[in-house]
């Protein structure tokens, strides 16, 4: 685990389950229906309860009728989860031909600054892409870390980021790409915890 001060953001890696953290959104890897799926989508599903599913059925209904793309996220109902709020963000699916850092970082960007519309202080990631979706695990965290810390101390409600991650293998890949952070982020103080 590495946690970093920028800006005044925290900025944190932890391992374990998302739908467990006491924060006040967290991310759900989603698929652009926005209709569930498996990984962290089914987690949040399970233990969130039918109150999402049903929140993200009336997005579908609205706001979104052909579904969420690829870098765009939305918010809903967190149901039973201890966070107040899912923010729902739309990875793109890795590919060997076609460079999509740049959806995969407007995943993060949008899910923060859909955070600060809701005022959220803590927003907690799980590492888009990086499942199902095939994104190599130590891209995906230089992607994840290097927007965070280019968006985060923007948003004005934004106090804590935390990647929670789910194999030892991400959260080491996730430490290697906070600690890899040069330039103002070094003036912060650094714990490694
Ligand atoms: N908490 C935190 N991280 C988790 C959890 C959890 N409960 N479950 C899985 N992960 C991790 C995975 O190990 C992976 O590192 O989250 C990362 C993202 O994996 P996926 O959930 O597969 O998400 P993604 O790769 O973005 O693929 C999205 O998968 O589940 C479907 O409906 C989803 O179609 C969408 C696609």
Known sequence: MAGRDVEGVRIETVPGDITLQHVDAIVNAANSSLLGGGGVDGAVHRAGGPEILAACRRLRETRYPRGLPAGDAVATTAGRLPARHVIHAVGPVWSRHDDRTDR??????????????????????????????????????????????????????????????????????????????????????????
Do not use: H, N
Not at 111 to 140: K, N, Q, T
Not at 153 to 158: F, G, L
Not at 171 to 178: I, K, P, Q, S, T
């Open 104 to 193: 995969l970082s407007s995943a993060y960007r949008r899910s923060l600054e859909v955070a600060g519309e809701l005022r959220a202080a803590s927003v907690a990631f799980p590492a888009i892409s990086a499942g199902v979706y095939g994104w190599p695990i130590d891209d995906a965290a230089r992607v994840a870390v290097g927007t965070t810390i280019l968006t985060a101390p923007r948003i004005e409600s934004i106090r804590l980021v935390r990647f929670v991650l789910f194999s030892r293998t991400a959260l080491e890949a996730f430490d290697r790409a906070l600690d890899g952070v040069g330039g103002s982020a070094r003036a912060g103080e650094r714990t490694r915890i």
